[in-house]
């Protein structure tokens, strides 16, 4: 593997009569389920890690960002240190752990994220820190799913927010093959700084991590790199509750035959918050991934 496009999977699109059926729209579902290491985040971090210059690559992530970024590291032969919170799920720790990554384990309500990558940096000599978002190696890498739903005729993109990232990725994918496709994105209404921000026409930060069972969307903001072509490119931002992201995991399991993590289910989860705008339309839903910790889906599943 020695190009981005050799190195990732295409995206699986699904299209269930059963769900179709249920919300009463044409959906189609573009599912990074399959992706090398379960989510949409190797296309972000394999094309960062083959693009930088250093040995050693750190980060911070609460999973599949560091779980990605191991798996690339290892294919690419560079060390890589992962920062997660104590509060990640459990399957996603282990899955960095075994790709031979280090893996640092923070209480966040006493150190933050970004200061911990700092304060282990500071003892690295030729290391790269990369931020799972804001950053234009992960950004483009991102891309390539845009240019992958470029080639078909959707009039809507609905897209899970978490510090930007994918949106940001797939907005200049479909900008760049002319696709003007609507973009929308999906943010947990508990981690709404994107919906505030679109609405504010500034980055506005959450005070706190945010608690929200979509663990890939706990972050405090939008990346400047991401913000510069989310407000510009996406439409809107639809919040979505606890209970719909729960439901939408539920409605992929019973309807699609689809196991997905809450973070992948919030596309599924904006439009239970508002199927009636989306009648008419050709709609894709993206799911990001499906890394979820057994229990949590036990519970998602049982309630």
């Given amino acids: 593997m020695n190009s981005l496009l050799g190195a990732i999977r295409p995206t699986t699109f699904v299209e269930s009569e059963k769900l179709n059926d ?28 083959l693009n930088v210059p250093n040995d050693e690559i750190i980060t911070a992530s609460s ?5 990605a970024l191991a798996y690339a590291c290892r294919l690419l032969n ?6 997660m919170p104590e509060t990640s799920a459990r399957v996603k720790i282990e899955a960095v752990k075994s790709y031979g990554a280090i893996v640092d384990l923070i209480d966040t309500r006493n150190v933050g994220r970004a200061a911990r990558v700092s304060q282990l940096a500071e003892s690295m000599t030729d290391v790269y820190i990369a931020s799972a978002y804001d950053d234009l190696h992960v950004i483009e890498g991102s891309a390539t799913l845009g240019d992958e739903l470029a080639a078909k005729d959707f009039d ?17 994918g479909l900008c760049r093959n002319g696709h003007r496709a609507r973009l929308i ?7 709404n700084d994107a919906a505030n ?13 945010p608690a929200t069972i979509a663990d890939g969307a706990r972050t405090v903001s939008l990346g400047k790199h991401n913000w510069a072509i989310i407000e510009p490119g996406v439409a809107e931002i639809i ?37 009636n705008v989306f009648s008419n339309q050709k709609v894709c839903a993206i799911v990001s991934g499906g890394n979820v910790d057994a229990e949590i889906y036990r519970r998602i599943l049982e309630d």
């Fill in 22 to 49: 249920r919300l009463g729209i044409d959906l189609t579902i573009a599912s990074e389920t399959f992706q090398h290491t379960g989510s949409f985040k190797f296309r972000a971090a394999y094309n960062l890690a």
């Fill in 239 to 275: 919040e979505v509750s606890e209970d719909k992201i729960i439901e939408a995991a539920r409605l992929y399991f019973s309807l699609a035959n689809l196991k997905v993590e809450p973070t992948g289910a919030l596309s599924l989860g904006a439009i239970l918050e508002n199927k």
């Fill in 78 to 83: 560079k060390k890589c240190t992962v920062v």
């Fill in 63 to 67: 999973g599949n960002f560091g779980q």
């Fill in 185 to 191: 994105g999906a943010e947990p209404l508990l981690a």
């Fill in 197 to 209: 921000s679109l609405r504010a026409g500034k980055i506005v930060v959450n005070e706190i991590e």
């Fill in 156 to 172: 809507v993109v609905i897209v899970p927010v978490g510090g930007g990232g994918l949106i940001s990725g797939i907005s200049n």
